[in-house]
C-alpha cells in the first residue's frame, strides 16, 4: 500500500529579484514526498539552496512556483493564523547555532514553545520540558544557562526544545555543523532515536556525507536543482545529473578539505518568529548562508 505523504513538493521553485531587475533562481523544479518515520538527507555546498528548501518544508516561506501539501492539504490556501498553528504542532526546528535564549535555563528554553499551547499541555508545560531534558541525558542541566554549557548540551537543549511537543515532522539544518566528531555523532543518535520513537519524519541538510549516511533517502542539491543518489556512488538513473559534480567524502567548500573538520558555520539571516511556529517564538531566526537570500521572505 502506498505511503500517504506528510510533506509533499511539487515543482517548487524560489526566486527574488535583485536590486538591478534581473532574477536569481534559488530552486528549480523540486519534486519531494517524505512520509512518516521516513528520514531523509538532503546534501550540497553552501549557497546550494538548502536552507531555502528547509524553510519551505517547515511552511516558514512560501515558493515562487509550485506547491507545497501538508498531510495532504495545499499550504498555499491556508490563513496565516492556521499556518502557525499547524506549523507549531506538527514541525520542529533543530539549528546548528541552537538559537537558544541567553539568560534563561535549559528548562526555560524547552518549556517555551508548551507556552502556546492549551489545556492538559499546557498545564503540564514544566514537567513535559523537564522530561524530554531528562531523555535527551540533561536531568542534572535544568537550571543551567546556555552560557554555562558546552557546544553539546546546547544542542541537546535545542533538540529537546524542538521535540518537546512531539512534532510529526522533524527538520534538522546542519545540526552537527557547530560541534566536534564524536559529538555530532552522539547528536545525531539521538535524533534518529526520538524520530523512531514518535515515527516522525527527519530531514537533516548537511554537508557531511557521514551524516547523510544516517537516513534512508539521499539527495544532492546543487545550483538549486534536486537530484537523488546513493552513498555508493552515481545518482539513481531515473534522476541522473550530469552536470552536477561527483561526490567527495563530504561536500565542502571549494578549497576546503574534505574530512578536514565542519566547514564555517552558516551566517544567519532574519526570519520573522511565528506565533507558536515550530518551535515557538523562540526560534526567532533560521540560517540562511546563501548569498541569494537578501530578502527571500515572502
Not at 524553510?55 to 512560501?62: A, E, I, K, P, S
Not at 578539505?257 to 515557538?280: D, I, K, L, M, Y
Amino acid at each position: 500500500m502506498e505511503l500517504v505523504s506528510l510533506v509533499r513538493l511539487e515543482g517548487v521553485a524560489k526566486h527574488v529579484l535583485l536590486p538591478d531587475d534581473s532574477r536569481l533562481d534559488i530552486l528549480r523544479g523540486i519534486d519531494l514526498a517524505v512520509a512518516a518515520g521516513d528520514h531523509v538527507a538532503i546534501v550540497g555546498r553552501s549557497g546550494s539552496g538548502k536552507s531555502t528548501l528547509l524553510n519551505l518544508m517547515g511552511m516558514l516561506d512560501r515558493p515562487s512556483e509550485g506547491a507545497v501539501w501538508f498531510r495532504g492539504d495545499p499550504v498555499r490556501k491556508m490563513r496565516r493564523g492556521k499556518l502557525d498553528r499547524l506549523r507549531g504542532r506538527n514541525v520542529g526546528f533543530v539549528f546548528q547555532q541552537f538559537n537558544l535564549l541567553a539568560g534563561r535555563t535549559a528548562l526555560e528554553n524547552v518549556e517555551m514553545p508548551l507556552g502556546y499551547a492549551s489545556g492538559r499541555e499546557f498545564w503540564r508545560r514544566r514537567r513535559t520540558a523537564t522530561e524530554m531534558l531528562e531523555r535527551v541525558g540533561l536531568g542534572h542541566r535544568l537550571e543551567s544557562t546556555p552560557e554555562q554549557m558546552s557546544g553539546g548540551e546546547q544542542q541537546r537543549v535545542a533538540i529537546a526544545r524542538a521535540l518537546v511537543r512531539r512534532p510529526a515532522l522533524i527538520l534538522a539544518d546542519e545540526p552537527t555543523g557547530a560541534l566536534d566528531v564524536e559529538t555530532g555523532a552522539t547528536v545525531m543518535e539521538l535524533l534518529d532515536d526520538i524520530a523512531s520513537e514518535a515515527d516522525a519524519a527527519l530531514v537533516t541538510i548537511t554537508h557531511d556525507l557521514h551524516v547523510a549516511a544516517r537516513a534512508r533517502r539521499h539527495y544532492r542539491l546543487d545550483a538549486g536543482v534536486l537530484t537523488r543518489f546513493d552513498l555508493g556512488g552515481a545518482p539513481t538513473p531515473a534522476e541522473a545529473n550530469p552536470s552536477a559534480p561527483e561526490l567527495a567524502a563530504s561536500v565542502e567548500e571549494p578549497g576546503v578539505e574534505a574530512g578536514a573538520g565542519p566547514t564555517r558555520p552558516e551566517a544567519p539571516s532574519g526570519v520573522p518568529s511565528e506565533g507558536g511556529g515550530g518551535v515557538g517564538a523562540v526560534e526567532a531566526a533560521s540560517r540562511e548562508d546563501e548569498p541569494e537570500r537578501a530578502e527571500v521572505a515572502s
